[in-house]
């Protein structure tokens, strides 16, 4: 069955430092997001891609983060300042979005510590 | 105004029971309903979605919507083991670009 890859699955980097969090969405899938999980809490949205655009952030996604599909199968979440809040389990979620088909694939997600 | 609103127990049953999950929302244009679940520290994966209201059976799994109410609920019959995850209900206004709002997910113990 296909599967959303997340990279890497665990990440500690010290507070003010640039993280990138990579995933590989479901290859036909159309429409990919980024959601994040504090620990104990809802899984929160931040922010939704598709035809190489973001089309809906949360204001969670601040201008400390940005979202990039380099090469047409990789898609990214950058942090360019990292704080302490930031620690979170982050996914990534893929769906085709097409008639008749409304499930969200997750991806593992990555455990980002920030120290 | 919290836009989803589910129990999170914890619950225990013992194997072969029923289990009942619930969720109640706010957000009328809610239409697309899904429950998945999510063992720790893994994520969430997609159990049963279905479209406005009614009923929609899958195996063991049952999800039911009755937006009248802004109500949805999932059953699992003859619970197993295997079956101790989280459980997160969450819904959206339209596939595609739109979020999803999630439920903080009912944490489920099925005891052999």
């Known amino acids: 069955e296909p599967e959303v890859t997340q990279t890497p699955s665990h990440q500690v980097t010290q507070m003010g430092q640039e993280v990138i969090l990579r995933c590989v969405p479901i290859?036909?899938?159309?429409?990919f997001y980024w959601y994040r999980q504090i620990l104990g809490q809802k899984v929160e949205f931040l922010v939704s891609?598709?035809?190489?655009?973001?089309?809906?952030k949360s204001e969670i996604f601040d201008d400390q983060f940005s979202v990039e599909r380099p090469d047409g199968s990789n898609f990214t979440l950058k942090i360019r300042s990292t704080k302490l809040e930031d620690s979170a389990m982050y996914f990534c979620?893929?769906?085709?979005?097409?008639?008749?088909?409304?499930?969200?694939?997750f991806g593992s997600g990555t455990r980002l510590t920030v120290v | 105004q919290k836009e989803v609103e589910q129990d999170p127990g914890p619950l225990s049953v013992p194997e072969g029971a029923i289990v009942s999950l619930n969720c109640t929302y706010s957000?009328?244009?809610?239409?697309?309903f899904m429950w998945y679940r999510q063992y720790s520290r893994k994520g969430p994966e997609l159990l049963m979605y279905t479209y406005s209201s009614g009923n929609k059976e899958d195996g063991r799994f049952t999800a039911q919507v009755d937006k009248s109410s802004k109500y949805i609920s999932l059953f699992i019959r003859d619970s197993q083991p295997s079956d101790s995850a989280t459980y997160l209900c969450a819904m959206s206004a339209q596939t595609g670009a739109n979020n999803l709002f999630f439920g903080t997910g009912t944490r489920l113990t099925v005891i052999p």
């Open positions: 957000n009328s244009a809610f239409q697309y």
């Open positions: 891609f598709y035809n190489n655009e973001i089309s809906e």
């Open positions: 290859s036909n899938h159309l429409y």
């Open positions: 979620a893929s769906t085709s979005g097409g008639q008749g088909n409304y499930g969200y694939t």
